[in-house]
């Protein structure tokens, strides 16, 4: 089981940019399919993009296309999430997290086994 740490939240303006990073010890991500989630106040945790931990192809929510682009380096044992033209709707606390098996071709919250503390984002004006 792999133990996660994010990092790299904050707060920002509308269209502004912010890179998060989780940092795994315990396990070789390259294991996993390695995921990044969110969940605004009173709202269900969403996932929003995940990547195979020895990397591949990625998947995104539609709503985070083009503005989001999640990376993995196998030699830090690291995941990243580059948010690129944020904006309000993206505030929340993300979560990065791993699914020990394959990627799949969605995201469930149940299938994520290990999960890190949360970094908060903050998008207003």
């Known amino acids: 089981q792999a133990q996660l740490s994010e990092s790299g939240g904050g707060s920002v303006q509308p269209g502004g940019s912010l890179r998060l990073s989780c940092k795994a010890s315990?396990?070789?991500?390259?294991?996993?399919?390695m995921g990044w989630f969110r969940q605004a106040p009173g709202k269900k945790r969403e996932g929003v993009a995940h990547?195979?931990?020895?990397?591949?192809?990625?998947y995104y929510i539609s709503a985070v296309k083009g503005r989001f682009t999640i990376s993995q380096d196998t030699a830090t044992n690291t995941v990243y999430l580059q948010m690129s033209g944020l904006k309000p709707e993206d505030t929340g606390m993300y979560y990065c997290?791993?699914?020990?098996?394959?990627?799949?071709?969605?995201?469930?919250?149940?299938?994520?086994?290990?999960w890190g503390q949360g970094t908060q984002v903050t998008v207003s004006s």
């Open positions: 315990g396990e070789d991500i390259s294991k996993s399919c």
């Open positions: 990547i195979p931990g020895g990397g591949g192809l990625a």
């Open positions: 997290a791993a699914d020990y098996g394959d990627c799949r071709s969605y995201m469930v919250v149940e299938w994520f086994e290990s």
